[in-house]
């Protein structure tokens, strides 16, 4: 049976580091319903602190200063040790389940577990920031079955561990490659790149290759185009001149193709469609970069740092994703301490409170696959300059996980 101290260890190897023979076709079915369960602590934020301080024989208040505005996931997490437990994952989600039965429990269980195995049960429990986690998962699956999110956990299991070959039916995706060449024979001006759907065989596909379920059961017709938000975000239009009952077709461009490019500069998120002998492509005014908010920092003692990145969401930076790194950067260390930031602090999540804004490339290596890549810290940048999440979710699937 899966203990949390196993969990633990598989779920900070993924996606990258965790071999298939490294773990089991029923662990991973363990996982899968853990990290997707909705049915955690069975009592409230607050009532868990004032158990706390109950336990630590205080007041809730000094709780609360004790905690001074950090997320009380790291609270918990520095009540646990080095040691791991031999708790099963069954045994410790029937506790969180049936917290609101037992008195004393907290402080126990704290200490004994790890902090590792501390830093991913609260995190569950508390649901705090627990989208980063379950994809780790979801993102090692994509990996090593070399299927996208299109196949149901099965399929993906069934390829990984039985040897399932999987027919494609549909010709395969191909995403939208950087246009390098010179005068294209077409071109469309998009005004958010983010908003490019795939049309083609009887399906509709967002940006990144994953099935769009709004428009695919709509889909009348055999057309292969490319379709897109108009600049007022009022409809779509599309690049092909079949009707399509969810957009308009739209004519290319007849402008001359260099004085168009001076559309770049007034659509930081714009870009020209391309279609160049049979085939599309995208130029826009950037790189393969994001930026985006450090939010926190962990340091896993032997096993370097992970920091959770956010990107904007209708105005507010919401965490996307976790980025672990090996050794921390002079720059980004300078960053930190000039923001009271200790990196060395092992274990703890630490948050980062005034505002660090950090550029990434999503970048392909041969061990790491595509994943995003820290570049530096942009000093000059603030929250406004965050990039926003349907960038992040356009550029990388959302499934980044590095």
């Known amino acids: 049976m899966l203990t949390l101290a196993r969990l633990a260890d598989l779920v900070y190897q993924m996606p990258n580091k965790l071999l298939v023979k490294q773990i089991t076709k029923r662990e991973c079915r363990e996982i899968w319903d853990f990290v997707h369960s909705t049915n955690r602590l069975s009592i409230s ?17 000094r709780i609360l200063e004790v905690a001074d505005d950090r997320p009380f996931v790291e609270i ?6 080095d040691v791991p437990s031999t708790h099963t994952l069954k045994e410790v989600t029937q506790l969180m389940r049936n917290a609101h039965l037992n008195d004393k429990w907290i402080l126990p269980f704290a200490d004994s577990i790890s ?13 705090y920031r627990w989208y980063s986690k ?10 090593h079955s070399k299927l996208n999110a299109g196949h149901s956990f ?8 039985d040897g399932l070959q999987v027919t494609e039916t549909q010709t395969p995706f191909k995403k939208l490659e950087a246009w390098e060449g010179e005068v294209p024979e077409k071109w469309w001006f998009v005004t958010d790149c983010a908003t490019l759907k795939y049309v083609g065989d009887g399906i509709v596909r967002n940006r990144n290759g994953t099935l769009n379920p709004t428009f695919t059961p709509m889909l009348d017709s055999n057309a292969v185009c490319w379709t897109w938000e108009n600049p007022t975000g009022t409809s779509h239009w599309h690049s092909h001149n079949t009707p399509l009952p969810f957009s308009k077709a739209k004519e290319p461009m007849t402008n001359e193709w260099h004085e168009s490019q001076v559309l770049l500069e007034s659509y930081a998120k714009g870009g020209f469609l391309i279609h160049h002998e049979t085939n599309y492509y995208l130029l826009t005014n950037g790189t393969n970069s994001l930026y985006a908010q450090l939010l926190t920092i962990q340091n896993l003692n032997k096993g370097g740092y992970e920091i959770v990145i956010g990107f904007s969401d209708a ?29 060395n602090i092992r274990h703890a999540f630490q948050p980062i409170e005034q505002c660090l804004v950090g550029k990434f490339n999503y970048t392909w290596t041969p061990d790491g696959g595509w994943h995003l890549k820290f570049v530096d810290v942009e000093d000059t940048m603030g929250v406004d300059d965050v990039d926003d999440i349907l960038d992040y979710f356009a550029m990388t699937g959302g499934e980044d996980e590095s």
Not at 115 to 127: S, V, Y
């Open 115 to 127: 902090t590792k195995e501390a830093g991913l049960i609260w995190r569950w429990a508390l649901d």
């Open 154 to 161: 099965d399929i993906h299991l069934a390829v990984i561990f």
């Open 76 to 81: 918990l997490t520095m009540e646990s040790g």
């Open 315 to 343: 105005g507010e930076v919401v965490d996307a994703t976790t980025h672990r790194i090996e050794t921390i950067p002079f720059s980004l260390d300078n960053a930190l301490k000039r923001r009271g930031v200790n990196a």
């Open 45 to 61: 934020l607050h009532r868990l602190k004032s158990q706390l301080a109950k336990e630590c024989g205080v007041m809730l208040e």
């Open 134 to 143: 379950r994809n780790r998962f979801k993102n090692w699956l994509y990996r």
